[in-house]
C-alpha cells in the first residue's frame, strides 16, 4: 500500500488567517481524499481531490472555504481558508491505489484556531 | 445519502475476553466494509476489510462478519490484549470509493 507524508503535523493560527497543508504519496493514487476529524469524532469527508479538475465536496464543505489542488497522482493541497476557531480540528488526506479497495491516511494535521 | 450506525460507543472488557462492535449501514448498494483501528494521536491504521460477496472473513484475533439482507457488519476480537484499547472504526463504500464512517467505538481492554 502507499505511504503518505502529510505535512505540518500541528500549527497554531490566527483567526482570520489560511493554512495549506501538504500530502506527498509514495506512488500514484488513483484517488485522494481529504476527511476532518474533530476531537474524540468520527472521520468526515470534505472532498474528493481530482487529478487535474476541480474537486468534489461533500455537503457542508465548499470551495471557498476549504480549495483543493491536486496537480498530480502524488500531491495534494487542501487549504482552510479565513479560519475561526470551529475549524479546529485534525486534517487527515487519505489515498487509494487502484484495483486495492483500501485507503492509506497520511498523519494527519492538528489545527488550532486562536 | 449512506449512513453508518456504530455501536456501542463505549466498551470495556476484561483482559483475554472477546469484543464485538457492530455497525448498520444504509445504502444497499455498499459493496466494502473495511474496520480501521486509530490510537491516541495517530492516524487510522486498517486492520481488516470485507467485500459484499464474502460473509465472514478472519485474521488471527480479529473478524469481520457481513449480513447483507439486515445491512450490518461486525467486528469481533477474541482473547483481548491491552494493546487492543483503541478507537475503532467501522466505515461503508460503494463504487464511488468514498468511505462513510461509523462514529467509533473506543474500546478499553483491562488488565
Known amino acids: 500500500s502507499a505511504v503518505i507524508s502529510q505535512k505540518p503535523s500541528r500549527d497554531i493560527c490566527q483567526r482570520g488567517t489560511s493554512l495549506t497543508i501538504q500530502c506527498q504519496v509514495d506512488s500514484q493514487v488513483t484517488m485522494m481524499f481529504w476527511y476532518r476529524q474533530q476531537p474524540g469524532q468520527s472521520l468526515t469527508l470534505i472532498a474528493t481531490?481530482?487529478?487535474?479538475?476541480?474537486?468534489?465536496?461533500e455537503s457542508g464543505f465548499v470551495i471557498d472555504k476549504f480549495p483543493i489542488s491536486r496537480p498530480n497522482l502524488t500531491f495534494s493541497t487542501l487549504t482552510v481558508s479565513n479560519m475561526s476557531p470551529e475549524d479546529s480540528s485534525i486534517y487527515l488526506c487519505?489515498?487509494?491505489?487502484?484495483?486495492?479497495?483500501?485507503?492509506?491516511f497520511g498523519s494527519g494535521t492538528r489545527l488550532t484556531v486562536v | 445519502g449512506e449512513n453508518v450506525e456504530q455501536h456501542p460507543s463505549t466498551l470495556s472488557v476484561q483482559e483475554g475476553d472477546s469484543a464485538v462492535i457492530k455497525c448498520t449501514y444504509s445504502?444497499?448498494?455498499?459493496?466494502?466494509f473495511p474496520w480501521y483501528k486509530q490510537e491516541l494521536g495517530k492516524r487510522p491504521q486498517l486492520i481488516i476489510d470485507?467485500?459484499?460477496?464474502?460473509g465472514e472473513k478472519k485474521d488471527q484475533r480479529i473478524a469481520v462478519t457481513l449480513n447483507k439482507t439486515a445491512k450490518h457488519f461486525s467486528l469481533h476480537i477474541t482473547e483481548t490484549q491491552p494493546e487492543d484499547s483503541a478507537v475503532y472504526f467501522c466505515?461503508?463504500?460503494?463504487?464511488?470509493?468514498?468511505?462513510?464512517f461509523g462514529t467509533g467505538t473506543r474500546l478499553k481492554v483491562l488488565a
Open positions: 481531490a481530482n487529478q487535474g479538475s476541480e474537486a468534489t465536496y
Open positions: 466505515a461503508a463504500s460503494t463504487g464511488t470509493y468514498k468511505y462513510i
Open positions: 487519505s489515498g487509494r491505489v487502484d484495483p486495492d479497495y483500501r485507503y492509506t
Open positions: 445504502d444497499s448498494a455498499s459493496n466494502y
Open positions: 470485507i467485500r459484499s460477496n464474502v
